[in-house]
């Protein structure tokens, strides 16, 4: 069942922007998780953020908690080509005992 | 060096064929899962195991088995029953089971038929 969906699907900029990516999912959740996957590896946790957090940072990474919106963003700073990749949220339930579930991921082209 | 492993990195399948997807973690962690990833797509679940000798069908189980013998290893057998195996499967682990927690990943395998 799909619960975090990813907006946009791709997004391409130049080397030194910043690039924004959107989740919305469906349920009360207990928290909200990015994750990147470069091309053909696995996924790299990247930030979670808890339901009573609004926002939180680390490195040039910012991510945002709308609960009442049921959405998050993450807002990558001053993007480098290494940055290219897919980004994923994925969603845990507030219910306890409930798995953590992915969304479609979106696709970011950095150009150097 | 600690992680999660898995192996091969490329499989190739024939008609009527089972094939084991090994996954192997060094993290002690008692929750492991078994992904399957297509083309621009995200992440299904397969199957997972919250502890050793338990398991449980995930979204997509149809064709597919695994086992939990050792706390340290969670195999996945694709079996013929499986009609599109291609693709690229992913196994993860996190300390305990839940959506409240961080799942760490393996490379990944890659499935072809032949």
């Known amino acids: 069942s799909q619960q975090g969906e990813e907006d946009p699907q791709a997004l391409s900029i130049q080397e030194g922007e910043n690039a924004t990516m959107n989740c919305s999912y469906k349920?009360?959740?207990?928290?909200l998780q990015w994750y990147r996957q470069n091309s053909g590896r696995g996924l790299v946790h990247l930030i979670l953020?808890?339901?009573?957090?609004r926002e939180k940072h680390s490195g040039r990474l910012r991510v945002t908690l709308d609960t009442s919106k049921k959405s998050s963003s993450l807002l990558i700073t001053a993007s480098r080509a290494a940055d290219t990749a897919s980004y994923f949220c994925?969603?845990?339930?507030?219910?306890?005992?409930?798995?953590?579930?992915f969304g479609e991921g979106t696709q970011l082209t950095v150009n150097p | 060096d600690g992680g999660i492993t898995q192996s091969p990195k490329y499989l190739f399948r024939k008609e009527g064929q089972n094939v084991t997807l090994s996954c192997e973690q060094n993290?002690?962690?008692?929750?492991m899962y078994w992904y399957r990833q297509d083309p621009g797509q995200g992440l299904r679940l397969i199957y997972y195991?919250?502890?050793?000798?338990?398991?449980q069908k995930g979204d997509i189980a149809e064709g597919y088995s695994v086992s939990r013998e050792k706390k340290e290893s969670f195999p996945l057998t694709v079996t013929s029953a499986q009609k599109n195996p291609t693709a690229f499967y992913l196994c993860?682990?996190?300390?305990?089971?839940?959506?409240?927690?961080?799942?760490?990943f393996g490379p990944g395998t890659r499935l072809l038929v032949l």
């Open positions: 993290l002690n962690h008692d929750a």
């Open positions: 349920t009360s959740i207990n928290n």
């Open positions: 195991s919250q502890i050793v000798n338990d398991f």
């Open positions: 953020i808890r339901s009573n957090e």
């Open positions: 994925a969603t845990g339930e507030e219910t306890s005992g409930s798995r953590l579930t």
């Open positions: 993860a682990s996190s300390i305990g089971w839940g959506g409240r927690q961080t799942q760490y």
